[in-house]
Nanobody, 125 residues
Framework: QVQLVESGGGLVQAGGSLRLSCAAS????????MGWFRQAPGKGREFVAT????????YYADSVKGRFTISRDNDKNTVYLQMNSLKPEDTAAYYC??????????????????WGQGTQVTVSS
């Protein structure tokens, strides 16, 4: 089992920045690729970003590319999502998730076995 706890959400004006954190406990953190997903009100959950177990490779949804950066610190068992130039359409609950490292870069929700409870990000115009 892996337990994931997100933090860092909040209310920010358009153009502002936030950094989300996701702290993991349980099984070896470095055994997992990590991803961020989000779900806006009335919409399905969508992929945002993912990073391999080593941190050596990452991949982003087109909607956030160039504005968001995913990173991880395996010594601290934490993955981060730095969000810059935020837009009102980024408003959503953000979830971190863990996928077995064998998946590498994956955007498929069902490949992620463990999920956090989510943290709310609200961007005002």
């Amino acid at each position: 089992q892996v337990q994931l706890v997100e933090s860092g959400g909040g209310l920010v004006q358009a153009g502002g920045s936030l950094r989300l954190s996701c702290a993991a406990s349980g099984r070896t953190f470095s055994s997992y690729a990590m991803g961020w997903f989000r779900q806006a009100p009335g919409k399905g959950r969508e992929f945002v970003a993912t990073i391999t177990w080593s941190g050596g490779n990452s991949y982003y949804a087109d909607s956030v590319k160039g504005r968001f950066t995913i990173s991880r610190d395996n010594d601290k068992n934490t993955v981060y999502l730095q969000m810059n130039s935020l837009k009102p359409e980024d408003t959503a609950a953000y979830y971190c998730a863990a996928a077995p490292a064998v998946w590498g870069i994956t955007t498929v929700e069902t490949n992620y076995h463990y999920w956090g409870q989510g943290t709310q990000v609200t961007v005002s115009s």
